[in-house]
C-alpha cells in the first residue's frame, strides 16, 4: 500500500501516545519508511528510544531540533516526507497545526512540508466536543488536511465518550481510502461539477427539495483537483466544507443552476452533474409567507418542468468535451440509466439505487454503475463515496485520452 513511501509520524502528548509505536510497525508493515518526530508532552508518555528501535533511525524531538551543526532538521525532514500523520494529535497539537503555529519540532515540519497531511485525534470527549477544537478541526480540513474521526469508546478518564483513539489498523485501513497519491491525470483540465439538491421556491420561507447530501458531488469535486484539475463545483446548500483548491459557486433552484452550467461550460473540459436537480417547479412564487387561515384545509400546487440542463449541454457540446451524468433511481436502474445516457448524449453515466438505506443520499457510502455509451457497465463494490469519486475521475481521465 506504501511501498517505498516517507511517512513521517507525528506522536503528541496524549495517553494514547503508547500505540504510535504499534502505528509506526503496521506502516512499516505496508512497506513505508518511517520516521518519528516525538513533541514533548509526548516524551512525557513514550520514549523516543523506543521509535528509534523501531524504525532504525533518529528520533527528532524538541531537545535535537536545533544543533549547532548546520542542519535545518524540520526543513530536511518535511523534503523527505511522502506523508505526515499526527497521531495521536491532542486537542493542543491541533489548535497548533490549524494556526500556523511553528513554535517546536513537529509544527515547524508540518508547516514546511508539501506533502498530503493527516490528523488522528485523541483526547477527553469534552476537549474533543469543545467549539474551539471543532473550529480546529474544521480549519485543518480548510486547508487540506484529512482529520479521521476518533472512535467512541472508554477513556483514560473511566468513562465512555468519544475522542478514543482509533486503533492503528483501522488508522492504516483508512489511510487506504483516503486520495492521498493521486496520479495527476488531469493536470491542466478544467472541471466543472455540481452537488447537492436544488431548491424551488414556494414563498420567502418554504422551499420544495430533495434528500441530497451534496457528499458525492464534494467527493467527486476534491478528487478532481487532487488529480491536478482545475475544479469549480457548482453546490446547492448543503452544510458541508468547501473542498480546498476548488473554486465554489453558490446557487439554490435549478434555473440559477442552469445559468451557472451554460455560462461556464464552453470553457470546459468535463462537465460532472452530480447534483440532484428538481423535475418541477411552481408555476408561482408568493412574494409573502403562506398563510394557513380557517378555510384552507387543503392547498393545490402547479408545478412546471424545470430546464434540462443536460439537454441544453448536448446541444453545444464540443469534441473534446467530456459530460458525466449521475441517475438517482429506485426501480430499472440499469434501463433508466442507459436511457439517460442516451438521451442526454453522455460519455458516462453514474447509476445507483437510492432506495437502499446503507447507500446513496446522505450516507458515506455508495455503490454505482457505471454506464458508457458502447453498453459496457461496471458496478463497484459498496464502499466509501470518496473512492466511488477516485473511480470516477480515473474513467474521465481515460475517456479524455482517447478524445
Known sequence: MFEGKHITLIVSGSVASYKAATLARELQRAGAQVRVILTTGAAQFVTAATFAALT???VLTDDNWW???????HIEWADWTDLLIAAPASANLMAQLANGLA?????????ATAAPKVVVPAMNTHMWQAPATQRNRQQLMTDGAHVLTPATGVLAEGYSGQGRFLAPAEIVRQLA????FTPQTLAGKRVIVTAGGTRERLDPVRFLTNDSSG????AVAAAAQQAGAKVTLITAPTG???PSGVDIVNIQSTTELATAV???????DVLVMAAAVAD?????????KIKKTADNDEMVLTLKKTPDILKQVAAIKQPHQVTVGFAAETQAVLANGQKKLADKQLDLLAANDVSRQDIGFNSDDNQVTFIMPDGVTDQTPKTSKRVIAQALVSRVATILAAK
Do not use: C, E, H
Open 56 to 58: 532504525k533511525t533518529t
Open 67 to 73: 544543533q549547532a551543526d548546520g542542519q535545518i532538521r
Open 103 to 111: 513554535n517546536d519540532a513537529a509544527s515547524a515540519t508540518w508547516l
Open 177 to 180: 481510502d483516503l486520495p492521498l
Open 215 to 218: 457528499k458525492m458531488g464534494y
Open 240 to 242: 458541508l466544507s468547501a
Open 262 to 268: 451554460l455560462d461556464r461550460f464552453p470553457n470546459a
Open 280 to 288: 418541477f417547479q411552481p408555476v408561482t412564487v408568493a412574494d409573502q
